[in-house]
């Protein structure tokens, strides 16, 4: 048998032997299931996937680990969270246990204002230190990629503080951090009758600099009738386009007022909530090729009865992205995996679209579908290895801690 030299050897720093793979490497192949499989990791990305018996002789591993039939999955995305705020709005819940709607409550002075007053008064140090705790917790169910937009300081020097919190996060924990700004989140009370002026601080203020300082990785705005009109809209995401960032919307939540259609020609990342859209919303962003993300938690919390238009979103191809957007008011679910059942019970989603939808869809509702995802070659080494069945269980059971071990770009993360 001819021996391998030195330069033919292909060094690995891990390899993962017997396991089940779930590839989710395309929309097209479902689950993407590999039988009695193996993985290698090099440089912390996967240097190659297959079954255990076609392992290529000439990959050699510093370390192996047999995986005893369980199953390796890709790390879970969360791709949209309001992660770093401070206070709590429990008295707002309980008010709209009695029947207050959430608009009412913000109309009140409520809503995202109380939010931002809380976060005002908060240092770096605080907001760093409720932020991880929720990072914390996401990532000890899997999640490796979590998306953290700005929004409750609405004013220029809290927004860039929010931002370098989220920022620091990334660096302090084993976990990939995308930015958001979303200074466009709602009127702050200097404000209170100036839309249009508050929207030229963003536009001529804030957004450019968090940009020169490279805390924004995407911009996104909330377009709804409590929110920001059209219009409005266009002129942050037109000073977007300007300094080279994509962008994303808060759009068809609680009304139609056309924001996808808007979203879509400006090639958005992803449109936002979307219970309202109608056909030709979906028709749009099925043609620009921007991801719908859906966020049942909100759906849940704010016992909304609007479902999103799952059927033409199918019929259209548009991917689906599922997230918890977490945030203090209208969705306070710091649970990605009750997503995944969430959405298939609230929205009728099946168990493949749903883990979909934290997996590949979300990682292109970030615009990293070239790093992460799926377990593809070339890809960021994300890895879960899972004690289950099926993927499918992950929709069907919640509650139960599956995870064995996990790697977020090849290295190992303590649970």
Not at 65 to 93: M, Q, S, Y
Not at 164 to 184: C, D, M, Q, S, Y
């Amino acid at each position: 048998m001819r021996r391998l030299t030195m330069q033919q050897v292909q060094n690995a720093d891990l390899i993962l032997s017997g396991a089940q793979i779930a590839t989710l490497g395309s929309a097209l192949t479902g689950y993407g299931i590999i039988e009695n499989g193996a993985l290698a990791i090099a440089d912390g990305k996967i240097l190659w996937v297959g079954k255990a018996t076609d392992l290529p002789a000439h990959i050699v591993a510093k370390q192996t680990l047999d995986c005893a039939g369980k199953w390796l999955l890709p790390g879970f995305i969360d791709c949209h969270t309001h992660l770093v705020f401070a206070g709590n709005r429990a008295d707002e819940f309980e008010q709209r246990l009695t029947g207050v709607s959430y608009a009412e409550i913000a109309k009140r002075g409520g809503g995202i204002r109380r939010t931002m007053t809380a976060t005002r008064e908060a240092n770096e140090k605080t907001l760093l230190a409720l932020a991880k705790k929720r990072a914390k917790t996401l990532l000890r169910q899997g999640v490796t990629c979590i998306e953290v937009k700005s929004g409750y300081g609405l004013d220029t020097e809290t927004e860039l503080k929010l931002l370098r919190v989220a920022r620091r996060l990334g660096k302090e924990l084993p976990v990939t951090i995308r930015t958001t700004f979303l200074g466009a989140h709602a009127l702050p009370p200097e404000f209170q009758d100036n839309a249009d002026g508050y929207i030229d601080l963003v536009c001529e203020e804030m957004l450019p600099q968090a940009h020169a300082e490279g805390l924004v990785d995407a911009v996104d705005v909330f377009c709804e009738g409590i929110g920001f009109n059209l219009e409005q809209t266009r002129r942050v995401f037109e000073t977007a386009r300007s300094l080279g960032l994509p962008v994303k919307l808060h759009a068809e939540q609680l009304s139609n007022l056309g924001g996808s259609e808007l979203a879509a020609e400006f090639g958005a990342l992803s449109v936002d909530h979307i219970e309202f859209l109608d056909e030709a919303g979906v028709k749009a962003i099925g043609a620009s090729g921007t991801v719908a993300t859906l966020l049942p938690g909100a759906f849940y919390f704010l016992k909304e009865t609007q479902k999103p238009p799952i059927a033409l979103l199918r019929q259209y191809k548009v991917p689906m992205a599922l997230a918890t957007d977490f945030n203090p008011g209208s969705s306070p679910i710091c649970q990605l995996p009750l997503m995944l059942n969430m959405g298939c019970t609230l929205f009728g989603l099946t168990p493949l679209e749903a883990l979909q939808g934290v997996t590949l869809n979300s990682a292109r509702a970030l615009g990293l579908s070239d790093r992460l995802g799926s377990i593809t070659v070339g890809k960021q080494a994300d890895i879960l290895l899972m004690d289950i069945s099926h993927p499918n269980q992950l929709a069907y059971e919640f509650g139960i801690d599956y995870i064995e071990a996990m790697w977020r770009a090849g290295q190992p993360i303590k649970l």
